[in-house]
Nanobody, 115 residues
Framework: QVQLVESGGGLVQAGGSLRLSCAASGIGISFNFMAWYRQAPGKQRDLVAIITTSGTTNYADSVKGRFTISRGSAQIPVYLQMNSLKPEDTAIYYC?????????WGQGTQVTVSS
């Protein structure tokens, strides 16, 4: 059974940093892509950053130059380093890992940035 668990969220002042982790179990080592999404209250879930098997990364325009997605170990396969945080980054952050034809999601971790 695949399970993803995000951690590392919290309350931080504007300009601060957080590092999100996505722990995985039951997912193996092969994947199509790994990604971070976020959802602010009353808004849709949006893609923040994605990394493919080849290591190619892409970011939402709003986080380019501030956020970095990276691969980790089999136990914690993906991270999101968030620097220069802004109040508009406040949201629940979800990791998503695509394996075969299935997308797996974690339960999310809250990130709150105070001004």
């Amino acid at each position: 059974q695949v399970q993803l668990v995000e951690s590392g969220g919290g309350l931080v002042q504007a300009g601060g940093s957080l590092r999100l982790s996505c722990a995985a179990s039951g997912i193996g080592i092969s994947f199509n892509f790994m990604a971070w999404y976020r959802q602010a209250p009353g808004k849709q879930r949006d893609l923040v950053a994605i990394i493919t098997t080849s290591g190619t990364t892409n970011y939402a325009d709003s986080v380019k130059g501030r956020f970095t997605i990276s691969r980790g170990s089999a136990q914690i396969p993906v991270y999101l380093q968030m620097n220069s945080l802004k109040p508009e980054d406040t949201a629940i952050y979800y990791c998503c890992i695509s394996v075969a034809r299935m997308n797996y999601w974690g339960q999310g971790t809250q990130v709150t940035v105070s001004s």
